[in-house]
Structure formats: C-alpha cells, structure tokens
C-alpha cells in the first residue's frame, strides 16, 4: 500500500511493543504529532487510507485500529 507524504512531525513507534494491535504491527501504519495530537495513518488516498487520532501514542494506534477492524468489515463494492 502506497503511504501519504507528512509534513508534520515524525513519531518514532516500536512496532514490536506490548500491547500494539496485530494490525499495527503488521502494516506499520505513520504516525506524527501535529501540535497536541497524535495521528496515524496508512493509504494515499480517502478511499483507502485508515487514519486515526488521539492525545496519545498508543491512543492513536488503538484509533487506527479500529478504523482499520470497521475498514475491513465493509463489504467492497467496485
């Protein structure tokens, strides 16, 4: 999956840590902070990209997460 250029601040994430999502884990989606918030993103495009937020790290993984379970659930239609 092709992945969006950030221009906000660049988050260092471990992947590998206790208590990452399996989902997380394995597409590794960006993460940056942008002022107070943290957010999390895979895709190039509002069709396909999954974005989540939070005033955390692992508040946004958790985000993206989600969004990713609803994104996978949704029958595709095309």
Same mark, same amino acid.
């Given at each position: 999956?092709?992945?969006l250029s950030l221009? =906000? ?15 997380? =884990?394995? /597409?590794?989606?960006?993460? /940056? ?17 999954? /974005? ?8 946004a993984l958790l ?7 609803? =994104?996978? =659930? ?5």
């Open positions: 999956m092709e992945r221009e =906000k601040e660049t988050v260092h994430v471990d992947y590998t840590g206790e208590g990452v999502p399996e989902s997380v =884990k394995n /597409f590794r989606p960006n993460v /940056f902070r942008d002022g107070d918030m943290y957010h999390c993103i895979l895709g190039c495009d509002q069709e396909t990209a999954v /974005f989540g937020s939070g005033h955390s790290v692992e508040e985000e993206w997460d989600h969004a990713y379970q609803d =994104k996978t =659930k949704k029958p595709n239609h095309g």
